[in-house]
């Protein structure tokens, strides 16, 4: 199985990426503090797709090589970049995270942003990005909530697909904890932050459901259009029945947090 692109979710994946502005300005004084641009300036972010991460980093000093395999989110990041009326330091490519067009050490540090998470040969991936990133860099995982999307409302759509004989299947990790790890099977070492930066998303039940109808989550692209539309039918019916109305708000509590594996003495 490919990696997944995003290429059919682009429009919509920035809207339902939304995360607490105050709690992603704090994040990111953090990531900055810890690591200064003028020491960690060559940054490789693989899964660049719309900038959502790569702008504000950009902004704050740090020299960006993005890639991406969706040509759809390296268009739009393109028309973003020049929509800013200014030049920021952010160079991007098509390519695959399984064979990096990169010599080694290349980068001072490595972001990865929800991103193992669509990689099938993930330990492959985690071991290209390794060889890239500098002896002594970092590879920060970085977490920026759920966005619009509502756990329990994932879990049974999976249910009903997979009562119809359609099993959604797992792309890469279930979790972040997987490839901290593997990294750690290496020899290296990890540094959790998490538990600052909380707030609880409010969201409508009706809204949900039109990000489900869309196929904006990654999930909802495996299913075919007639299983996808009465698995979409099913669960709005659910919810009304136990929400009473679809114009209902569940709260969905959510955090950024970052795993900081710190590089020393590998070799593949």
Same mark, same amino acid.
């Given at each position: ?33 810890? &690591? @200064? @641009? ?47 009326? %200014? ?5 991007? /490519? ?7 067009? &990169? ?17 099938? /040969? ?28 509502? @756990? ?12 119809? =004989? ?28 998490? =538990? %600052? ?12 459901? =039109?990000?489900? %109808? ?7 692209? &495996? ?27 569940? /709260?969905? @509590? ?7 594996? #710190?590089? #020393?003495?590998?070799?593949?």
């Amino acid at each position: 199985m490919d990696s997944l692109s995003f290429d059919n979710m682009a429009e919509l994946y920035n809207e339902t990426r939304v995360y607490d502005d105050r709690c992603f300005d704090a994040a990111l004084a953090f990531f900055s503090d810890r &690591f @200064p @641009p003028d020491e960690f300036k060559n940054v490789f972010y693989p899964g660049i797709g719309m900038g959502r991460i790569a702008i504000p980093l950009a902004e704050r000093g740090y020299n960006i090589t993005g890639i991406d395999i969706s040509e759809n989110m390296l268009t739009l990041l393109k028309e973003r970049l020049e929509l800013a009326g %200014r030049s920021l330091p952010i160079s991007i /490519q098509k390519a695959d995270v399984l064979d990096l067009p &990169f010599a080694d050490a290349s980068f001072d540090i490595a972001v990865a942003v929800h991103f193992f998470y669509f990689v099938p /040969q993930w330990e492959r991936a985690v071991d290209e990005i390794l060889r890239v990133i500098k002896e002594g860099g970092r590879l920060v995982l970085l977490h920026t909530g759920t966005g619009t999307e509502v @756990p329990f409302i994932n879990e049974r759509y999976k249910a009903i697909c997979a009562a119809q =004989d359609c099993p959604i299947p797992l792309l890469g990790v279930e979790s972040s904890s997987e490839v901290t790890d593997y990294c750690e099977s290496l020899g290296y070492s990890t540094e959790w932050i998490r =538990d %600052r930066w909380q707030w609880t998303t409010r969201i409508k039940l009706d809204k949900a459901l =039109d990000y489900y %109808r869309s196929r904006a989550y990654s999930f909802t692209t &495996f299913a075919p259009d007639e299983i996808h539309t009465r698995t979409v039918e099913s669960l709005a019916f659910e919810l009304q029945r136990r929400f009473g109305s679809l114009a209902a708000e569940v /709260q969905v @509590p959510n955090q950024i947090y970052f795993a900081i594996i #710190s590089l #020393s003495g590998y070799s593949a």
